[in-house]
Structures are given as structure tokens and as C-alpha cells.
């Protein structure tokens, strides 16, 4: 028995010798770790791609600015972004590795007729995450990711999608994945709406509202009242500042802490009518008036505060169907709620977008006022 639980004891330690360790491990000093990528409009039908490479032997003053791990951009030009990016390792002797990529950024020039080509390739490599940020910049991409950050950063990606990700908890943009942009591009009505970058008059980045891509054309632009009216109707407004002004004037700040939204929609004969339900919560966070904040104020403020809200959704509509550019996903709606209408109506959605009339119901509320009830010295 001794000696069995010997033999069996030498082949367990023979089996751990053999099969332990990482064997499809890659050595970090063989990889290229990759931050964003940017694509640009090349000469005739070549696209020019720039891949930013996080450099770890680096530390101080960094090759592209700032301080702390630096960070080198290198550009290939080829008439396919799958070939430019192999280029790419000519240069550096290392694999591209992404699943540190936290953005890609595509030069307006680059998608004004062909954005679904110019994503392809990142929708399809299994090496790249489909929580990747997608981005449109006025500016070539290259030249985005050459701005250097504030100190506190140094990885110009990094930065950007941080941008993205401040800008979206105040509902001035929503974050788009490739992963969101597969789902929209399944639907054939719906319209995307993609960040908007540019660099701006003191050299610094800012993200400028939405890009609107219809099918395969950048049809137009949202800025940042119309991006918070599509978000108000998506139901992705959390935070945020409304501004009003009392009976007299004077200024009022009003944060949004939460929301919520509803879209229904009706049809009857001919005439389709989506009604937009939207609730919000929020409280005093600054009052330049006189008055104390009775309850008869409070509910003068809110009543101006729905009256924002329900204009500014009234203008993204507005600017949408003049776009003739479904950014709601309204026919989508129509389609889960009326899906044999839905197949009458599909092929037509075009001319019936513009046309389609919206009712818009806006709910909101004031929790807290604050410490105090009455501006201080007045």
C-alpha cells in the first residue's frame, strides 16, 4: 500500500512539472501595448492609420510630452486598415496588443461616406474589446492623439476616453462601444450618434457634442443641448446642471440627480405619434436671487425647469427629422409595438420619420434646497 501511494506520489509530481506553467503566456517586453488608434483619409483610396503605443521602459519626460509611461504614435498608410496595422510591427518589432485600447478615433474627413468600412476590421478581431470607444474628430485623428494631456495624465487615450466618460456623467455626450455601434447597425432605421472631438483655439481637446452617422454618411452634428435632448429621450440623463432664472431674473442652478424616460407610440389611419414621457429629480445647487425658497418658489422653479427639459427635447427632435435621421430608435418602438404595422411601414421610414408628430411629457421634482433657505446678505 506503501508503496503504491509512492508511485503515485512520483506521478502527480511528474504531471505538475510538465503541465504547470502559462503556456500560451506572452512576455510583456514582446508586446506592443496599444492605447488608441486613430484613421485618416489618405491619398484616393489609401486610409491612413496611427496606432498609439503605450512605451513601459519609459518614465520622466515623455516622447510625445507630459510626465510619467510615455507614449509613441506610429503611422502606416494602406488601402486596408488590416494591413496597415501588420506594417505597423515592421517598426517596432513586437505584436500589436489591444485590450488596453480605450478608444478609437476616425477623422470626419475618413467617414463623411464609408463609416461602416472604416470599423470593420476592430468589429471583427477578437483581440479588441467591444467596450472600445468610438469617437468622430473635426481634426485628423492623428493629430488628436498628439495632443498632450494635462500633467496629471500621461497617456493621451487614457485622456480621452476619461473626456468621454466626464462629459457623459454630466449628459453632455453618451459613450458609444463597438459593441453599441454592432447593435445599431443591426437595426436599419436607427441612426448613430457618435462623440465629437476637436482640438480646440488654445490646443487643447473638447469634445463638441455628437456626430450623427446615417447608414454610411456623417450627416450632421448635435451640440451640447441637442446631445442632453436625445439623452433626455434615451432615458441615459443622470447628472447634470439645468439653469433658470426667477420672476425677476436672477439666476438659478438646478442639478439633475437622476432620470428616467418612456417612449410609447401610436398610430391612427396614416399619422404615427410618439409620446415621450420624462421624469426628473434634482435639487437647488445655487440661487443668485432675493426670495427665500418657499414652496410656492419651488414650484415656480420646477415648472421652468420642465419647460427647459421639454424644450430641449423638442429641438433635438426637431433637428433630427430635419435630418431625416432617426436617432431615437422611434421605429424600432413601432416595430415592438405594432410589428405587423411595422412591415407596412419599414420600407417607407424615410419619408415617414419627418413627418411622424411627437407629444412630450416632462415630470420633475425638487428634493433638497440645501442649508440654508435664503440667499446669504439678501
Not at 142 to 154: C, F, N
Request: hydrophobic share 40%.
Amino acid at each position: 500500500m506503501i508503496e503504491k501511494n509512492k508511485f503515485l506520489l512520483v506521478i502527480n509530481i511528474i504531471i505538475l512539472l510538465v503541465f504547470s506553467g502559462c503556456t500560451g503566456a506572452r512576455e510583456i517586453q514582446d508586446l506592443a501595448m496599444v492605447s488608441a488608434l486613430g484613421i485618416d483619409k489618405g491619398e484616393e483610396d489609401e486610409l491612413k492609420i496611427t496606432s498609439q503605443i503605450i512605451n513601459l521602459s519609459k518614465s520622466g519626460n515623455t516622447q510625445e510630452g507630459g510626465s510619467g509611461i510615455s507614449f509613441e504614435n506610429i503611422t502606416k498608410t494602406s488601402t486596408n486598415i488590416f494591413d496597415a496595422i501588420r506594417n505597423t510591427t515592421l517598426n517596432i518589432n513586437q505584436k500589436l496588443y489591444y485590450p488596453h485600447m480605450k478608444v478609437i478615433v476616425l477623422g470626419e474627413e475618413a467617414v463623411k461616406n464609408n463609416f461602416t468600412q472604416n470599423i470593420d476590421f476592430f468589429i471583427r478581431d477578437p483581440e479588441i474589446r467591444s467596450t472600445t470607444g468610438i469617437l468622430i474628430s473635426r481634426d485628423k485623428a492623428s493629430e488628436i492623439l498628439k495632443v498632450i494631456p494635462p500633467s496629471s495624465q500621461t497617456i493621451n487615450g487614457f485622456y480621452i476616453d476619461d473626456l468621454i466618460k466626464v462629459a457623459y456623467a454630466n449628459s453632455m455626450v453618451t459613450e458609444v462601444t463597438l459593441q453599441d455601434i454592432t447593435e445599431i447597425l443591426a437595426n436599419k432605421t436607427t441612426s448613430l450618434t457618435v462623440p465629437y472631438i476637436v482640438i480646440n483655439e488654445h490646443d487643447k481637446l473638447e469634445l463638441k457634442g455628437m456626430a450623427i452617422i446615417k447608414r454610411e454618411r456623417l450627416v450632421g452634428k448635435l451640440n451640447y443641448k441637442e446631445s442632453r435632448g436625445l439623452l433626455w429621450v434615451l432615458g441615459k440623463a443622470k447628472s447634470g446642471i439645468i439653469k433658470i432664472k426667477d420672476e425677476k431674473g436672477q439666476r438659478i442652478s438646478l442639478e439633475m440627480i437622476r432620470s428616467k424616460s418612456k417612449v410609447t407610440s401610436q398610430i391612427k389611419g396614416n399619422q404615427i405619434t410618439m409620446t415621450i414621457k420624462v421624469t426628473e429629480v434634482g435639487n437647488v445647487g445655487e440661487y443668485m436671487g432675493s426670495q427665500q425658497c418657499t414652496p410656492e418658489v419651488i414650484k415656480k422653479c420646477i415648472a421652468r425647469k420642465e419647460k427647459v427639459i421639454t424644450e430641449e427635447i423638442k429641438t433635438t427632435i426637431e433637428k433630427a427629422q430635419n435630418l431625416n435621421a432617426d436617432i431615437f430608435g422611434f421605429g424600432q418602438i413601432i416595430h415592438q409595438e405594432h410589428p405587423q404595422r411595422w412591415k407596412e411601414i419599414k420600407d417607407d421610414w424615410d419619408q415617414i420619420f419627418p413627418r411622424i408628430n411627437t407629444k412630450i411629457i416632462v415630470k420633475s421634482a425638487i428634493e433638497r434646497v440645501g442649508i440654508i433657505n435664503k440667499t446669504i446678505g439678501r
